[in-house]
């Protein structure tokens, strides 16, 4: 090839032949234009943003045609997702899963949640009211097909604050706030002493007021709070979690008094120091029972059942034996009289009346109930997403807030503690095979026979025996003791993220710590906004122009490949819009996978998209494309016999020449049929440990599509924040170029 290379205009096919050629013809001389003829020269739309009153009428408009019947069918299925599980539900594919992962986790649920229940500092039966009602309007309402709803640990925590900040007023509350139980239980008010029907008078009253909370936001459509929940902090906060409860369970399974005395900040480490002093007045026998508890649970669970998990189908409910064990044994030596070990004594069986929540009560604990709020469907929120990104499903996060408000306003007229997704439940959920909402009832059903019926056996249970269990299930969380030695590697303002959320958790109680860790979050960031880095730009050796279509009348798509621009900085509160925005411009992975699932056909791959498969088609511009003058070579162009468009870029510097397939804009553009993405990475001004990650997954996911995906104009800092995630070494390694005319150089070769 001469000297004075050859370059064809990017142009779509469809256009007029003897006005291409003419501009063919025509070579001229790029000098570069400002903003304003830029966009002349390239078509930009000059229509001007709608003001505020005309975005209202416009609103109103838009709301007045939906209110139709069809319309207002499609709200309702929105709101109710269990009329679209079972019209769509596979009885006989699904049901035997389901029914086995209910029992799962009913054996599971039965100990945890008397033991959660004692955590909260309220009677155990409050723990089997709560893993019951709140699941029955959860399985109406709730979009997650997997989660397990109930008693929780944080929230049972939070609980048994609210109940120790109210202690001063305890004296003043009437014991008729609890109306005992109705007539077809055999309970009565005299089961209780007074001192625990005000207990249960807080705990409703909060739950109460915690479920009007989250029922408020899901209608402000809050529901994208937990968006802005980095993973460093939601990491830190369940560590120290995990730490406060592990220290309560160790001084109940060692028989140790209450902590009493200093109130603040603090706090924690004062009871730790406490629980030291204390040791010499532990209950040896009640030590010796939670060892044997701690180190057979621990056993079971970590050598058998996830050891086996492949050949184990249903995991072995240790939970549930090793009670069974114990309150036999407890019933028959008399483990209280003979040895002062701690029992349940009061677990009175049947269905609680229904209870008026306390205004006044309500009024004293307004922050309370916001924090329990939050901490509820956080958790709740994060289970949801995180199940429904394994299993391809689509979750709303605001229908998930609805769902939990319900569940804990609904369930506080039945004396249940505010419910939240249990983590080491959901996912024995998940690992059982469950499938649909259904395992929740078969699930409500063990718990209701073990309430009506089998609730008395339960009263000799060792109290050291729930809190070994409680202590047992905290070792999921472990790995959030660990991640600060990834975060010191990968990015060290998550670091301090995760840092700042575990300190202030431990120091101040949860709730205040949780708005501690939110409020430094988000100012990090913003900080980290604030400093972006900059550079100087060079001039390239191409003339290969991007419009965005939006704006630019005088571009078109490209049949084969498709380049996304993201103008936002990528981080954990940016995630979720960055996948949605992807999925909208580019290729939807929910819809590959659903395609997939529907056909269940496996199709011999397509080879990976060499350099003839990306045509595409550019900007038709009535003017002749240019070039600068230095440094730049000539251009010109040709067309084959055939009048088909064929493009040659070269570079002056690394010689290459590319012949490209034909251009043509691809009429079925619906379809997106694209073999190559191409992520614009130029506006992104920096990349958290959690946005590396999502670009390793959406790596990993499009490529099982022999879809290739690629990220060009990286600055420098997005570059280094890839190389230190592990996660992303294949990405690095394959898919990052310095500009996007290195991409159409490359891969149209």
């Not at 259904?438 to 809190?467: D, E, K, N």
Request: proline content about 4%; glycine content about 6%; some cysteine.
């Amino acid at each position: 090839m001469s000297e004075e290379q050859r370059v064809e205009p990017m142009i779509a096919g469809g256009i007029d032949a003897s006005a291409s050629a003419e501009k063919r013809s025509i070579r001229s001389v790029y000098h570069g234009l400002n903003l304003a003829e830029h966009d002349e020269r390239y078509g930009r739309s000059t229509t001007r943003d709608a003001t505020a009153s005309t975005k209202y009428r416009k609103f109103l408009r838009r709301s007045a045609s939906q209110c139709t019947a069809s319309a207002f069918k499609r709200w309702l299925l929105r709101r109710l997702p269990v009329v679209d599980a079972l019209r769509t539900y596979r009885l006989k594919a699904w049901i035997v899963s389901d029914i086995v992962a209910g029992l799962s986790v009913a054996v599971v649920t039965v100990p945890q949640c008397l033991g959660f229940a004692k955590l909260a500092n309220v009677p155990a039966i409050l723990g089997l009211y709560s893993s019951f009602f709140p699941v029955l309007v959860y399985f109406v309402f709730g979009s997650s097909r997997h989660v397990s709803i109930g008693s929780m640990a944080f929230c049972s925590l939070m609980v048994a604050e609210t109940i120790r900040k109210q202690g001063l007023g305890l004296d003043t509350m009437p014991a008729s706030n609890y109306n005992g139980t109705n007539d077809t239980t055999e309970a009565s008010d005299s089961m209780f002493t007074p001192e625990e029907i005000r207990k249960i008078s807080v705990v409703v009253s909060v739950s109460f007021l915690a479920g009007a909370f989250q029922i408020l936001m899901s209608v402000f459509r809050l529901g994208i709070l937990v968006s802005f929940m980095s993973e460093a902090f939601v990491s830190g906060y369940m560590a120290a979690g995990a730490i406060r409860i592990m220290t309560i369970q160790i001084r109940n399974m060692f028989g140790l008094p209450p902590i009493s005395g200093y109130s603040g900040p603090g706090e924690y480490f004062y009871g730790v120091f406490f629980m030291l002093r204390s040791l010499p007045n532990a209950n040896l026998f009640e030590v010796l029972i939670s060892v044997l508890s701690v180190v057979t649970l621990a056993v079971v669970k970590t050598c058998v059942n996830e050891r086996f998990a492949r050949r184990i189908k249903v995991p072995i409910p240790i939970d549930f034996i090793v009670v069974i064990i114990f309150t036999t044994a407890s019933h028959f030596c008399q483990f209280e009289e003979k040895f002062g070990v701690e029992i349940l004594k009061t677990v009175p069986k049947g269905i609680p009346a229904v209870t008026v929540p306390s205004i006044g009560i309500m009024s004293s604990c307004v922050y309370d109930a916001f924090m329990l709020a939050i901490v509820a469907y956080t958790t709740l929120g994060i289970m949801a997403k995180l199940l429904s990104q394994r299993h391809n499903y689509p979750v709303d996060n605001d229908q998930e807030l609805l769902a939990n408000g319900l569940s804990a306003l609904g369930g506080a007229f039945f004396c249940s503690i505010a419910p939240s997704a249990s983590p080491p439940r959901t996912l024995l959920m998940e690992s059982s095979g469950g499938r649909t909402q259904v395992a929740y009832i078969v699930s409500s059903v063990v718990v209701l026979l073990t309430m009506v019926v089998f609730a008395p056996f339960f009263q000799p249970l060792p109290v050291c025996v729930l809190c070994s269990i409680i202590f047992v299930a905290c070792f999921p969380l472990f790995p959030h003791f660990l991640v600060w030695s990834q975060y010191r590697k990968t990015n060290l303002y998550d670091l301090a993220i995760y840092a700042v959320s575990i300190t202030m958790n431990l120091v101040f109680e949860l709730d205040t710590g949780l708005l501690i860790g939110m409020g430094f979050s988000l100012v990090l960031v913003h900080i980290r906004m604030q400093k972006p880095d900059t550079g100087r730009l060079a001039v390239n050796d191409g003339d290969v122009i991007f419009l965005d279509e939006k704006h630019y009348s005088k571009s078109r798509s490209m049949k084969n490949l498709s380049i996304f621009r993201f103008e936002s900085p990528l981080y954990f509160a940016t995630l979720e819009v960055f996948v949605e925005e992807l999925n909208k411009y580019t290729v939807s992975l929910s819809s590959l996978k659903s395609r997939m699932t529907e056909v269940k056909v496996q199709k011999v791959p397509a080879p990976i998209p060499t350099e003839a498969d990306v045509s595409m088609s550019s900007t038709d511009d009535e003017n002749s494309f240019s070039k600068p003058e230095v440094d730049i070579e000539k251009t010109s162009v040709r067309e084959n016999e055939e009048g088909n468009i064929r493009n040659v870029v070269c570079s002056s510097h690394n010689e290459h020449h590319i012949k490209k397939e034909e251009f043509a804009v691809d009429s079925r553009c619906e379809e997106r049929n694209f073999k190559i993405i191409v992520v614009d990475c130029s506006a992104i001004s920096f990349l958290d440990t959690s946005g590396a990650k999502t670009l390793a997954r959406l790596h990993g996911e499009y490529s099982q599509f022999n879809i290739r995906f690629l990220l060009a104009n990286c600055c420098s800092g997005f570059v280094d924040q890839l190389k230190r995630v592990d996660e992303c070494k294949n990405l690095f390694a394959e898919s990052v170029y310095p500009s996007i005319h290195d991409i159409i150089v490359l891969f149209g070769n």
